[in-house]
């Protein structure tokens, strides 16, 4: 069965620095890989995707997350954090397979931004 | 843009009542899905549904559980019996297709129980 590990509950970062929010997985098979953010009373909402191809997958406001398959890691980066960066970050894993298969998540991690 | 929508943003019931949680999918989606994040743990995958019936369903969605759509615009998750346990954020979930395609989420119901 597929899984996601998310190490970290709460990443602090300094506006204007980068910022890493780490993911492994663990799948039969090449996965497909997804971040999701949460904002406060909001559902979530998709950020990227890995399905294939290049391994560095941009996705909205300027993040990007890379897939490195010998690591099973996925991590999501941004070169310059914002405040309103601050939210939940979840990652997510389907293994690709036909038929309408689960998206597996992490607990989350709670990425705070501080001016 | 496109949205799920569910109602009630926030329910709270007593232990043993019935709840009928309400998702309105994207238009033009065909597969369906609800989710659930107990506070501080992860959303975990309670059932996926196409074409009229149940496609896969986790170890959570016991009996006590049901899903129907029953009017073409309507998902609905029912809880027959509440237990305190069944205390979570209930997140209802749309795609156009399976595999890889990105699922898109409504705000979630968080269901109280006493």
């Known amino acids: 069965a597929q899984s996601v590990a998310q190490p970290e509950d709460q990443v602090n970062v300094a506006e204007g620095n980068p910022l890493t929010v780490k993911c492994t997985y663990s799948v039969s098979g090449n996965p497909y890989l997804f971040w999701y953010v949460q904002y406060p009373n909001r559902g979530l909402q998709f950020l990227l995707k890995?399905?294939?191809?290049?391994?560095l997958v941009k996705g909205s406001y300027g993040f990007e997350a890379e897939f490195n398959k010998s690591q099973t890691s996925f991590h999501l980066k941004k070169p310059s954090a914002l405040v309103s960066d601050s939210a939940l970050y979840f990652c997510?894993?389907?293994?690709?397979?036909?038929?309408?298969?689960?998206?597996?998540f992490g607990k989350g991690t709670r990425l705070s931004v501080i001016a | 843009e496109p949205e799920v929508t569910q109602t009630p943003s926030h329910q709270v019931t007593q232990m043993g009542q019935e709840v009928i949680l309400r998702c309105v999918p994207i238009s033009n989606h065909l597969y369906f899905y609800w989710y659930r994040q107990i506070l501080g743990q992860k959303v975990e995958f309670l059932v996926s549904?196409?074409?009229?019936?149940?496609?896969?369903k986790s170890e959570i969605f016991d009996d006590q559980f049901s899903v129907e759509r029953p009017d073409g615009s309507n998902f609905t998750l029912k809880i027959r019996s509440t237990k305190l346990e069944d205390s979570a954020m209930y997140f209802c979930?749309?795609?156009?297709?399976?595999?890889?395609?990105?699922?898109?989420f409504g705000a979630g119901s968080r269901l109280t129980v006493l």
């Open positions: 979930a749309s795609s156009d297709r399976a595999g890889a395609n990105v699922l898109t």
């Open positions: 997510a894993v389907r293994a690709p397979r036909s038929g309408n298969t689960p998206l597996v």
């Open positions: 549904f196409y074409n009229n019936e149940i496609s896969e």
């Open positions: 890995y399905i294939t191809g290049d391994n």
